[in-house]
């Protein structure tokens, strides 16, 4: 079964930088889809916080913004995350999918967590 494998993540202070990577388990149709990072924090629902569609387009929520950058390799079929500037409300799992996502593609994730 495909799976998405996210990795990078961290324990880091506030105003520090991480960057995520997210890699198929196996060769999957890749590079036409929008590719997506979502979060989820305790107690919190699992929120879209960037997106990148097959031609590099990128979007991002208002709480990343200016601070996240996301890219992506085709030719790898990957997607990145450059987290800069890390407060301690971007602690989260982070998980990435397709955008719309889809439920068969959910990997474990991976913890961020932003403290002194």
């Known amino acids: 079964q495909v799976r998405l494998v996210e990795s990078g993540g961290g324990l880091v202070q506030p105003g520090g930088s991480l960057r995520l990577s997210c890699a198929a388990s196996?060769?999957?149709?890749?590079?036409?889809?929008?590719m997506g990072w979502y979060r989820q924090a305790p107690g919190k629902q699992r929120d879209l916080v960037a997106h990148i569609t097959g031609d590099h387009k990128t979007t991002y929520s208002d709480s990343v913004k200016g601070r996240f950058t996301i890219s992506r390799d085709n030719t790898k079929k990957a997607v990145y995350l450059q987290m800069n500037s890390l407060k301690p409300e971007d602690t989260a799992v982070y998980y990435c999918n397709r955008v719309p996502y889809s439920d068969e593609l959910w990997g474990q994730g991976t913890q961020v967590s932003v403290s002194s």
């Open positions: 196996r060769s999957i149709f890749f590079s036409p889809y929008t």
